[in-house]
Nanobody
Framework: QVQVVESGGGLVQAGGSLRLSCAAS????????MGWYRQAPGKLRELVAQ???????NYADSVKGRFTISRDNAKNTVYLQMNTLKPEDTAIYYC??????????WGQGTQVTVSS
């Protein structure tokens, strides 16, 4: 059974930090990339950060220098360290796994709320 499970969201004050985790089930094989997306109320879902199996990363301009994505290939897990959080970072954060090139699976999402 394919599963993608996020954890680590919550409520934090502006300037604070949170760390999100995303674990893909062992049945997900040949992972190409794992990434974090977010969707705020009334807005489209957007890419936050992504890391490939080879370790290449890319970030949205709005989070560069504040967020760091990392990956543990052995555990099929990806992390998102979020520092200097801003109210505009408030959203539901989703993990997406790309595997076997053309297969994509999403987690259920985790809420991040940053108060001013």
């Amino acid at each position: 059974q394919v599963q993608v499970v996020e954890s680590g969201g919550g409520l934090v004050q502006a300037g604070g930090s949170l760390r999100l985790s995303c674990a893909a089930s062992p049945s997900i094989l040949d992972i190409n990339a794992m990434g974090w997306y977010r969707q705020a109320p009334g807005k489209l879902r957007e890419l936050v950060a992504q890391v490939t199996s080879g370790g290449l990363t890319n970030y949205a301009d709005s989070v560069k220098g504040r967020f760091t994505i990392s990956r543990d290939n052995a555990k099929n897990t990806v992390y998102l360290q979020m520092n200097t959080l801003k109210p505009e970072d408030t959203a539901i954060y989703y993990c997406r796994v790309q595997w076997r090139r053309y297969r994509f699976d999403w987690g259920q999402g985790t809420q991040v709320t940053v108060s001013s």
